[in-house]
C-alpha cells in the first residue's frame, strides 16, 4: 500500500508511523529473544562456571553435558514423561470430548469444572498432589482406613516411581485442554455426514473411529505439538512436586539447566543443555510451521 | 433398542460424572484440609470432612508462615506479584494492540517477516534466555527487581499479545480503513476511534491470558527475583518445601489456595475469555 497514487495523499508521518510503531517491539524480540540465544549459545562453548568466563574451549561443555549421568535421567525421565503425558491427556480429553459432544445437559458446567486446573499454577497443582500422594497421611492412609490396610504408595519418596507422579499431576491439569480444543473441532463437522453414516447403519463408536476422528486430524497434530511443547518446558511441577528427587530421580531437562546454571555454578554446562532443549523444540516446530503455512498457501 | 439407549445415555452421563469428580477432587482435599487443625489431619484421612473448621492455617499461611528464614507469610510476596502483573499485563497487552494494528492493517515491505519473527517466540524454550537475561538485567541495575521481572515478562508475552490482536484485527474488513482514510483520518485516529472501540473481546481475552500466565510463572520468579521481589508462586515453593520438623499440610493448602484464588476468580468470572485464548494460542498462524 505504500507504492501507488491513492497513497499520495498521505503524507511522509503516515508512511512511517506503522513502521516506528513496530520497531521497540522488533527490537525487544531481536536483542532479548534472537541475540540472547546467540549469547546463550556463545556461553555454551566457553568456560563459564559461577561467572561468565568468555575463554574459548569448544565443545568442552557438550561433551561433558554427554558424559553426565544426570543428564542422561533427565532426558529419559523426558522421553517418559512426554509419551505418558501425551498420550493420556489426549486420551482422556478426546475420549471427555466425545461424551460431551453427545447433547449433554450441563455441557457448560461440566466445561467449566473440567477446564479450572488449567487456570493453576504448576506450583500450586504440585503442592496439592504432593500432599495427596504423601506416603505418610495422604493416598495411602485413605486406603487403609477403606481397609485395604496392605495398600502401600510411595511413589514421591521412590527414586524408580517419582517421575510418574508427574506424569498423574500433569495430566490432571492439562486433559481438559485437549478435550476444549477436540470439542471445539467437534463442533466444526458437519452433523450431515453423521446422520448419513448412521442411516447407513453405522454404530455411533465406529463413526467417531472412522469419520470423525480422522477429520480431526489437524486438531490431533497442533494438539500434540503444544503437549510436547509442555512436556518439553516442564519445570514448576517438577520443582514443586519432587524438586527433582528423591536424588535426581524425576529431575527433567528444564530442572537440570536451573541446577547447573543457577545453584551449582556450572553456567556453561546449563548454557549447553538449553540449547539442547532449543534444538529439540526446534526440530519439532520448524517442520510443523513448515508444514502449515504450506497447506495454508495451497489453499 | 430404546432400552439399549438408555442404558448408553447413562454409561454417558455416569463417565461424565466420575471425570467431574476426578477434577474436583483435588479442590475438595485442598479447601477441607486447609480448615482442619493437624490433628484432625492426622486423626482422619484426605476425603474426611473437617469437623472443627478453623481458619488458623489461613491466617499462618498469610501472614507468620516461613518461607525459608523469614517468617512473613505469603503476603508480601502476594503484594508483589500484584506489583509485577499490573505492569507487567499493562505493558503486553498495549504493544501487542498496536503490533498486531501494524501488522493487519499498515502492513509494509518486511512487515511479515517481523511478524514471523515475533511469532517463533512463541516456541522457544525460555530456558535459553535465563543466562544472558541475568546477566542484563544485572548490567541495568534491574537484578532481583520488580521491574526486571515486568520487563521479562513483557518481553516474553509480546508474542501472545501481537499474534492475538493481529489474528483478531485480520479479521476486521480492511473498507472500514479505506473509508476512514478517504475522510482523512490518519493512524492513530483510526485506532483509537474505529478499531479500538471494536476490540473489547479481544482486549478482554488478551488481558486474561496474560494475566494467568503472568502471576503463575515460576520459572522468572525463581531465577530474576530476591526476597524482596519474590512473586507467590516462588514463596509459595518455598513455604511448601521448608523442612520444618512437623510438615503443616493444612497451611500448605492454605497457602496453595491464596496463590491460586486470583486465577480461580478470575476464571470463575470471565471462563469464557480464557478458554478463547488458550484455543487461540493453539490455533496458531
Known amino acids: 500500500m505504500s507504492n501507488t497514487n491513492g497513497t499520495a495523499h498521505y503524507g511522509f508521518a503516515e508512511r512511517w508511523l506503522p513502521r516506528v510503531v513496530l520497531a521497540p517491539s522488533f527490537l525487544l524480540s531481536l536483542v532479548f529473544i534472537y541475540g540472547f540465544i546467540a549469547w546463550n549459545g556463545y556461553l555454551s562453548f566457553t568456560a563459564s562456571r559461577m561467572l561468565p568466563n568468555y575463554e574459548w574451549v569448544g565443545l568442552a561443555q557438550y561433551e561433558a553435558l554427554f558424559a553426565s549421568e544426570r543428564w542422561w535421567v533427565a532426558v529419559q525421565n523426558l522421553g517418559l514423561f512426554a509419551v505418558l503425558f501425551i498420550a493420556g491427556a489426549m486420551g482422556v480429553g478426546i475420549f471427555l470430548a ?156 528444564a530442572t537440570f539447566m536451573y541446577q547447573m546454571a543457577f545453584t551449582r555454578g556450572q553456567m556453561g554446562l546449563g548454557a549447553a543443555s538449553s540449547m539442547m532443549m532449543l534444538a529439540t523444540v526446534a526440530a519439532l516446530v520448524v517442520p510443523y510451521l513448515y508444514s502449515e503455512l504450506r497447506s495454508k498457501r495451497r489453499g | 433398542m430404546a432400552e439399549q439407549g438408555k442404558f448408553w445415555r447413562a454409561v454417558v452421563y455416569g463417565s461424565l460424572l466420575i471425570a467431574a469428580v476426578y477434577y474436583l477432587l483435588p479442590l475438595y482435599v485442598m479447601l477441607t484440609t486447609s480448615v482442619k487443625s493437624m490433628e484432625e489431619i492426622r486423626a482422619g484421612n484426605l476425603l474426611s470432612l473437617p469437623l472443627d473448621i478453623t481458619f488458623a492455617a489461613w491466617s499462618k499461611a498469610w501472614s507468620t508462615a516461613c518461607t525459608g528464614v523469614e517468617c512473613t507469610g505469603l503476603q508480601p510476596y502476594f503484594w508483589n506479584s500484584v506489583a509485577m502483573v499490573v505492569p507487567a499485563v499493562a505493558i503486553s497487552t498495549a504493544l501487542g494492540a498496536v503490533n498486531g494494528y501494524v501488522l493487519s492493517k499498515w502492513q509494509f515491505r518486511g512487515s511479515e517477516v517481523v511478524f514471523a519473527m515475533i511469532l517463533f517466540g512463541v516456541f522457544i524454550p525460555f530456558q535459553v534466555l535465563l543466562l544472558p537475561m541475568a546477566q542484563t538485567l544485572g548490567l541495568f541495575g534491574m537484578a532481583n527487581s520488580i521491574t526486571g521481572l515486568v520487563f521479562v515478562h513483557v518481553v516474553c508475552g509480546l508474542a501472545s499479545t501481537t499474534l492475538f490482536f493481529r489474528n483478531y484485527y485480520v479479521g476486521i474488513p480492511d473498507e472500514l480503513i479505506k473509508a476512514a482514510r478517504l475522510d482523512g483520518a490518519g493512524f492513530w485516529r483510526i485506532f483509537f476511534r474505529i478499531i479500538l472501540p471494536m476490540s473489547t473481546p479481544i482486549l478482554t481475552v488478551t488481558v486474561i491470558w496474560q494475566f494467568t500466565q503472568i502471576w503463575n510463572d515460576f520459572l522468572f520468579g525463581v531465577v530474576f527475583s530476591s526476597i524482596d521481589s519474590r512473586p507467590i508462586t516462588v514463596g509459595l515453593n518455598n513455604l511448601a518445601n521448608t523442612s520444618t520438623s512437623v510438615k503443616e499440610y493444612n497451611v500448605d493448602m492454605a497457602a496453595a489456595l491464596i496463590a491460586a484464588l486470583p486465577t480461580i476468580v478470575v476464571y470463575v468470572l470471565a471462563g469464557k475469555y480464557f478458554v478463547r485464548g488458550l484455543t487461540a494460542g493453539a490455533v496458531k498462524g
Open chain 1, 98 to 253: 466425545i461424551l460431551l459432544d453427545q447433547k449433554i445437559r450441563a455441557e457448560g458446567a461440566l466445561r467449566t469444572i473440567y477446564l479450572y486446573p488449567l487456570a493453576l499454577s504448576f506450583i500450586v497443582t504440585g503442592t496439592a498432589w504432593k500432599w495427596m500422594l504423601n506416603p505418610g497421611l495422604g493416598l495411602e492412609k485413605l486406603m487403609h482406613d477403606w481397609g485395604f490396610t496392605s495398600f502401600t504408595f510411595d511413589w514421591l519418596v521412590n527414586p524408580d516411581y517419582s517421575i510418574y507422579t508427574v506424569v498423574i499431576a500433569a495430566m490432571w491439569q492439562s486433559s481438559g485442554f485437549v478435550m476444549a480444543l477436540f470439542l471445539a473441532g467437534l463442533r466444526g463437522i458437519d452433523d450431515s455426514i453423521i446422520k448419513a453414516a448412521q442411516i447407513d447403519g453405522a454404530s455411533l463408536p465406529r463413526i467417531y473411529w472412522r469419520i470423525v476422528l480422522p477429520a480431526l486430524r489437524p486438531v490431533f497434530f497442533s494438539t500434540l505439538m503444544i503437549l510436547s511443547h509442555i512436556a518439553i518446558k516442564s519445570f514448576d511441577l517438577v520443582m514443586a512436586l519432587t524438586g527433582g528427587g528423591p536424588g535426581f530421580s524425576s529431575d527433567l531437562p
